[in-house]
């Protein structure tokens, strides 16, 4: 008696016709979880710069960079002078000269000044141009941390740092790190090393006519003299002078 043997047809299994349509949501998953970890990756490294300098020296900024490959590519010295100075050795001069000049509400603000800052884009709005509406706090921040620009995306990260330096910092390392790290005349960056170019002297021993020398330029120090100075910046350096005496004394 033969044995049948029966075949057994195995079904196919069924078309995964949204095959596709997975494929595509894995790719989005995998861009997200991208997206996520850059999105961390720059929170950890961002929040840990701003924690590291606020105990240690900087050491040179985007800038002192910048200008310095500009002055390679135009054929020029790469002349580099900044030495860090403790804000207690600077002159209270200097601070006060700084703010005077700079940003009036500097000691009381939060980062911003949204007065000046007002003014600043009325003033755009009629084609003209003044200077007020960055603070000391904005400087510092896109000074240590960024590039120079106007686009929106570095206004930007230039608030993110701002908010960062206010609370991580405080007023007090804000002030010491901006008269380090301020271009104060062509490759003299910090107040040491300015005080030494322009007037041969020690950071802590600057007059308020000097400190205001100092301060009057830092719109374009580049062009102008805090010695041998145009009449436009003696006339800013009186300004500053008269300003000074109402700062008073300063309680970081």
């Known amino acids: ?26 790719t989005g998953e995998k861009i997200k979880w991208f997206l996520i970890k850059a999105f961390l990756w720059f ?24 200008r310095a490959i500009e002055n390679k590519m135009d054929g020029k010295e790469v002349y580099f002078d900044h030495d860090w100075e403790p804000l207690d ?16 509400t500097f000691l009381t603000h939060n980062g911003f000044d949204f007065n000046a800052l007002q003014k600043a884009y009325k003033s755009n709005e009629r084609g003209r141009r003044i200077r007020g509406g960055s603070t000391i706090s904005q400087q510092t921040a896109k000074n240590v941390f960024l590039w120079q620009g106007k686009s929106y995306f570095r206004k930007g990260l230039e608030a993110y740092f701002t908010v960062l330096i206010e609370l991580i910092w405080g007023k007090e390392r804000i002030m010491e790190v901006y008269l380090n790290s301020i271009e104060m005349g062509d490759g003299v960056y910090g107040a040491y090393a300015a005080t030494e170019h322009w007037y041969r002297r020690d950071a802590a021993n600057l007059t308020k006519m000097q400190a ?18 145009s009449s436009y910046i003696n006339r800013r350096k009186e300004r500053i002078v008269r300003e000074m005496r109402v700062i008073g004394k300063i309680n970081y």
């Open 43 to 66: 929170l950890g490294v961002s929040i840990g710069s701003v924690i590291f300098f606020k105990f240690v020296p900087v050491p040179f900024t985007p800038l002192m960079v910048i």
């Open 1 to 26: 008696m033969g044995v049948k043997v029966r075949k057994i047809n195995k079904a196919k299994p069924p078309v995964n016709k949204g095959r596709k349509t997975t494929a595509k949501k894995t």
């Open 89 to 104: 050795k600077i002159s209270m001069n200097l601070q006060k000269a700084v703010i005077a000049s700079e940003d009036a």
């Open 212 to 229: 205001a020398g100092i301060a009057a330029i830092l719109p374009n120090p580049r062009k102008f003299k805090a010695t041998g100075s």
